[in-house]
């Protein structure tokens, strides 16, 4: 008797990565990688601390513009290892006036905060993202991104608490175990009608991981990018980066050059970083050199 052959089971076509990020009020092309600079409204973040008066960040904010930074990610809660919450009206007494200052400053802002009370009033008042470091976990937060027609998400994977992450960080495969909860995470919100032009996901460097776990998460980056969604990277001046070069946080920038344009490398499209106008000019060394 003449078998026929198998019938070939058909390869699942991956869901292509949407090249434009859709917030609030800007839809940010990720055909070019994009820098997302950093501004701590805190006294006790881990590198730059301090800014807690507004009128320092409000400079600080414009200053990272005139060194080319594409988006602004705006603080008031530090999440450093050890760091402990404080109450939303405190958050949100600091992130306001910076806010309104900087919704005139024509590029797409991003409120870094886990609260839903904070996440709601900046909304209202027209930021353009929240990224989460708890992906939207706390009671109501996914309920105020959902009920908001427009602005964009960037999901975080983090392992435990701010304050004891770093205790005892223990992972057996780190890519899979972000893999599966930011695939997790991004499911629930399209399940809840958000589209996935508006999601943006981040494997959490530094949040609960060795340095060994954080190495293997950049090395196996394009797994979290079968997901089909953009990445962002966030290794700016973070302790893995000392481990291997024995150098302070001060000391870093070099270092946390070199892992930006090893993420942007590996797939990312945004580098959330302190050092604005080095990082630029990496990438358009690395693009002018086709490496990009």
Same mark, same amino acid.
């Given at each position: 008797?003449?078998?026929?052959?198998?019938?070939?089971?058909?390869?699942?076509?991956?869901?292509?990565?949407?090249? +434009?990020?859709?917030?609030?009020?800007?839809?940010?092309?990720?055909?070019?990688? /994009?820098?997302?600079?950093?501004?701590? #409204?805190?006294?006790?973040?881990?590198?730059?601390?301090?800014?807690?008066?507004?009128?320092?960040?409000?400079?600080?904010?414009?200053?990272?513009?005139?060194?080319?930074?594409?988006?602004?990610?705006?603080?008031?809660?530090?999440?450093?290892?050890?760091?402990?919450?404080?109450?939303?009206?405190?958050?949100?007494?600091? $992130?306001?006036?910076?806010?309104?200052?900087?919704?005139?400053?024509? #590029?797409?802002?991003?409120?870094?905060?886990?609260?839903?009370?904070?996440?709601?009033?900046?909304?209202?008042?027209?930021?353009?993202?929240?990224?989460?470091? /708890?992906?939207?976990?706390?009671?109501?937060?996914?309920? $105020?991104? +959902?009920?908001?027609?427009?602005?964009?998400?960037?999901?975080?994977?983090?392992?435990?608490?701010?304050?004891?992450?770093?205790?005892?960080?223990?992972? /057996?495969?780190? #890519?899979?175990?972000?893999?599966?909860?930011?695939?997790?995470?991004?499911?629930?919100?399209?399940?809840?009608?958000?589209?996935?032009? &508006?999601? +943006?996901?981040?494997?959490?460097?530094?949040?609960?991981? /060795?340095?060994?776990?954080?190495?293997?998460?950049?090395?196996?980056? &394009?797994?979290?990018?079968?997901?089909?969604?953009?990445?962002?990277?966030?290794?700016?001046?973070?302790?893995?980066?000392?481990?291997?070069?024995?150098?302070?946080?001060?000391?870093?920038?070099?270092?946390?050059?070199?892992?930006?344009?090893?993420?942007?490398?590996?797939?990312?499209?945004?580098?959330?970083?302190?050092?604005?106008?080095?990082?630029?000019?990496?990438?358009?060394?690395?693009?002018?050199?086709?490496?990009?």
């Amino acid at each position: 008797m003449t078998l026929s052959p198998p019938t070939p089971v058909p390869t699942p076509t991956p869901t292509p990565t949407p090249v +434009v990020w859709a917030t609030t009020r800007f839809s940010l092309d990720l055909q070019t990688v /994009r820098v997302m600079g950093i501004v701590n #409204v805190t006294p006790d973040s881990f590198f730059d601390g301090g800014r807690a008066a507004a009128s320092a960040a409000i400079a600080h904010c414009e200053h990272l513009l005139r060194q080319g930074a594409d988006l602004l990610d705006i603080g008031g809660e530090s999440s450093r290892p050890g760091a402990a919450s404080i109450p939303w009206e405190q958050e949100w007494q600091r $992130v306001e006036p910076v806010l309104l200052a900087a919704l005139s400053m024509g #590029v797409p802002l991003s409120i870094d905060t886990c609260k839903p009370e904070v996440m709601q009033r900046a909304l209202d008042l027209g930021a353009d993202v929240i990224n989460d470091i /708890r992906a939207l976990g706390a009671a109501g937060a996914l309920d $105020v991104v +959902v009920r908001h027609p427009r602005c964009g998400i960037c999901l975080m994977h983090m392992s435990g608490e701010p304050k004891t992450m770093q205790l005892a960080p223990s992972h /057996r495969d780190v #890519v899979t175990e972000v893999r599966d909860f930011l695939s997790e995470r991004s499911d629930l919100l399209m399940v809840h009608g958000v589209d996935r032009t &508006r999601i +943006v996901l981040d494997p959490g460097i530094g949040f609960g991981k /060795r340095v060994e776990d954080n190495f293997a998460l950049v090395r196996g980056q &394009r797994v979290l990018l079968e997901l089909g969604f953009p990445v962002l990277a966030g290794w700016s001046r973070k302790s893995s980066l000392g481990a291997v070069t024995g150098r302070a946080a001060d000391d870093r920038l070099s270092a946390s050059v070199a892992a930006a344009l090893a993420a942007a490398h590996c797939g990312a499209r945004v580098l959330r970083v302190h050092d604005v106008e080095a990082t630029v000019d990496a990438l358009k060394v690395w693009t002018a050199a086709g490496l990009l």
